[in-house]
């Protein structure tokens, strides 16, 4: 039945119901981790092979004979550079191969923006008060850069097909802003996939200010869930009829593909970018990983076999992914006290809760002994204005584990919805 078309004394009634559940739940001691969007151990086994592809001097030598245990190749091994040149479509020359962390490369890259200065420019710190485009919901890691940098994060809501770019092209008429986060396919997380009219419209922007910035985060560019994925047009092909490809800045890993703590990142950017790039690295590094690089390309081969080996991911992911959209809908929909969207991939699911009731859903889970993303978290500086949304990640718990984390999570919903509608 509808909460909302239940009298007082019913949801009274109802909600004394459910706080008895919710008791029992508690007396059972959960500990139950639905925090973050990491791997389960089966997924981490599916690239243990990966270590064993080096055992030999001669296995560490790259495919132009350079040895791959010593100093040098600042840019990354040929072979790894065609490898993500393959991924995300672009020329090799315009990849830099990186270390285990793309959140790195991006920390490292809006530095740049704020101590050198990109295209020219003065450096950001230099500029008086600046400020970068936010869209909510949104990963936290990247809005804990922006604000441990002191740059202002200006809000612009999410919506079906990506972000909202009436109001981005408004934004970006202030020469202070200088930048943008988004997370182009299955956006964390939403799920939402940029429809090629967003993408078009995004590389068309002609910003006042010249040392803007976007960071492409295709974190989730090959993190399919279904047979029937979602296509993102890519970003610097739209953008040669602007010529504005020195906006974007792309960045990826295999964090999620092979190993989150020992994977491959890589930069894609523009010719200018790539030497601006090349030439902060030079002072920074002598090399990144190159036999993580190896073993990579040794164990993949290309993006056929990276394919495959997703396809692998998908079929541990995907039930769990089913189980929590199965409970909600089963458990909340008829309620009509939340929102949330069916993601063909990534890593998460977005759940909209009645407006003024996250927070409170977040307090009685841990009470009960599962951990959520800490809520607000998908917004700016930890605040969502409207109190409203919440972030589940399925992955690492095992099935068992996520069926009794989500009668808890679904039991704490109607709780807090009828504590709101109650007030």
Not at 263 to 271: F, H, K, L
Request: glycine share 6%; net charge negative; proline share 4%.
């Amino acid at each position: 039945m509808l909460y909302t078309e239940m009298n007082r004394d019913e949801l009274a009634t109802l909600k004394s119901e459910l706080d008895s559940e919710f008791v029992k739940i508690k007396s059972l001691g959960l500990s139950l981790d639905m925090s973050r969007g990491k791997p389960g151990a089966d997924q981490l086994s599916l690239s243990v092979d990966m270590l064993n592809v080096l055992s030999s001097a001669e296995d560490c030598k790259a495919e132009n004979g350079f040895d791959c245990r010593n100093y040098g190749v600042l840019d990354g091994i040929p072979e790894c550079k065609r490898l993500f040149s393959e991924l995300l479509g672009v020329d090799a020359k315009n990849i830099i191969v990186g270390g285990s962390s793309s959140l790195n490369l991006m920390y490292d890259y809006l530095s740049q923006c704020m101590f050198l200065g990109v295209a020219g420019c003065e450096p950001w710190n230099k500029q008086g008060k600046i400020k970068f485009i936010c869209n909510v919901p949104g990963y936290d890691r990247h809005f804990a850069i922006t604000e441990f940098m002191g740059i202002e994060m200006i809000s612009v809501k999410m919506q079906n097909d990506g972000p909202d770019v009436d109001k981005i092209s408004e934004l970006i008429k202030d020469p202070a802003v200088k930048g943008m986060f988004c997370v182009p396919k299955y956006s964390n997380p939403n799920g939402v996939t940029y429809s090629d009219e967003k993408v078009k419209v995004l590389a068309s922007l002609q910003p006042a200010a010249k040392d803007f910035r976007v960071i492409w985060d295709n974190a989730y560019i090959i993190h399919e869930l279904t047979d029937d994925p979602d296509v993102l047009l890519n970003i610097f092909d739209a953008c040669k009829e602007y010529g504005t490809e020195d906006y974007f800045v792309e960045f990826t890993s295999t964090s999620k593909i092979s190993f989150p703590g020992a994977g491959v990142s890589a930069i894609a950017a523009s010719d200018n970018n790539i030497a601006e790039i090349k030439k902060r690295l030079n002072f920074q590094t002598i090399s990144y990983d190159k036999l993580n690089q190896l073993r990579h390309v040794k164990y993949f081969k290309n993006v056929d076999g990276i394919t495959e080996h997703m396809k692998k991911h998908a079929a541990i992911i995907a039930p769990k992914f089913s189980l929590v959209l199965d409970m909600l809908k089963k458990e909340l929909e008829p309620c009509k006290i939340g929102e949330w969207v069916n993601a063909k991939g990534g890593y998460f699911i977005s759940y909209d809760a009645l407006v003024g009731s996250a927070k409170r859903i977040g307090e009685l889970c841990k009470e009960a002994g599962v951990v959520l993303t800490t809520v607000g978290a998908t917004y700016p500086y930890g605040v969502d204005p409207e109190d409203k949304n919440i972030r589940i990640a399925p992955t690492y718990p095992s099935l068992d584990e996520l069926q009794k984390a989500m009668e808890v999570f679904c039991l704490c919903a109607k709780i807090a919805a009828l504590e709101a509608l109650l007030k």
